[in-house]
């Protein structure tokens, strides 16, 4: 299934993702044994058989097909091998991480986007509950299946420094190749997402990947954080935005494109916000109402000792 040089190149892919800015990544052109990569493209399924709702449950320019055994005999296999042992192996000799854990069906999936589609740089969700675990998420790896793919067209994958400050952010952009795998790390500094796709051809062209997330049961002290969802941070505004500019059509519409978004996520983060205002206050209930339960248990025993102490309350007499 993988090529077959991949196995010789295990330590110096080691070395190139430990040692990438701004966090551990790295690129691996010809992944695949090359008759499997097509056969993985010629079984791609279309884009209506996936779903293309955003977070926020719109209608959006991205669908994703998360049963990858359904899809086809190459993609029955891929499902296999990636959650075998030496899928495993390769991932934790690649990321120097051990007790890597691949969930069978239940993170992942193919990913399509038409033309406009972009992802804002972003940190990923960072725990998932599986087998009565919550499990640290650790790693994304990134299959791209697109042939011919120009960087003028976008859908560049982009990993960021700091995107939150614009001034001080450093990037890098990684057009999505055929055959190639993109393997990052997962945690509170790998902000990542793609820029806006401008296809020659919208009605025949589209950008095609697969995902795949693994987890471990712990990680570093120092990666820890609270368990949070998908944190977005906007794109600025193009660098000819400036004072004297006149603004296009284009311009304009870039610009609200962008406070549309914004206004997107703010309202998305204050529902975040209530829902787990609301957990809380019904979990503050519940302990409430079990503390008085022990209270009352703890009232019962008390008195019912008491009584023993006492003869049941009855005097004793001389």
Excluded: C
């Excluded at 058989?49 to 320019?61: H, P, Q, S, V, W």
């Excluded at 790998?190 to 796709?197: N, V």
């Excluded at 019904?282 to 009352?296: F, G």
């Excluded at 049941?312 to 001389?318: E, I, L, V």
């Amino acid at each position: 299934m993988l090529q077959s040089n991949i196995e010789h190149r295990l330590q110096q892919l080691h070395d190139d993702y430990t040692g990438a800015d701004p966090f551990p990544h790295v690129v691996i052109d010809e992944f695949f044994a090359a008759d499997y990569a097509e056969r993985l493209l010629a079984e791609f399924p279309p884009f209506e058989a996936g779903n293309a709702l955003t977070e926020m449950g719109k209608l959006g320019k991205k669908s994703v097909n998360k049963d990858i055994e359904a899809i086809g005999d190459a993609y029955r296999e891929l499902a296999a091998y990636l959650v075998s042992d030496d899928f495993i192996n390769v991932m934790q000799r690649i990321t120097g991480i051990d007790n890597l854990i691949a969930i069978p069906g239940g993170a992942g999936g193919t990913h399509e986007s038409r033309n406009g589609a972009d992802l804002s740089p972003h940190l990923d969700y960072n725990y998932v509950d599986y087998g009565g675990e919550a499990l640290h998420r650790r790693l994304n790896v990134l299959f791209f299946l697109n042939k011919d793919w120009s960087p003028e067209w976008g859908g560049n994958f982009e990993v960021h420094s700091d995107p939150q400050h614009p001034g001080k952010n450093a990037f890098k952009k990684f057009a999505p190749d055929f055959n190639r795998v993109i393997v990052m790390e997962t945690s509170e500094r790998s902000w990542h997402g793609y820029d806006q796709i401008k296809l020659p051809d919208p009605d025949s062209q589209s950008r095609k990947s697969i995902s795949i997330y693994l987890f471990s049961r712990t990680r570093p002290e120092d990666q820890l954080a609270p368990r949070h969802s998908t944190f977005y941070a906007m794109r600025p505004l193009p660098d000819h935005l400036k004072v004297g500019h006149t603004l296009t059509a284009e311009d304009l519409q870039s610009i609200k494109t962008g406070v549309s978004k914004r206004d997107r996520w703010i309202m998305h983060y204050q529902r975040e916000v209530l829902r787990f205002s609301a957990k809380a206050e019904k979990s503050e209930k519940k302990a409430n109402w079990l503390l008085r339960k022990l209270e009352k248990h703890e009232n019962a025993k008390g008195a019912s000792l008491l009584q023993k102490l006492t003869g049941g309350g009855r005097g004793d007499g001389d």
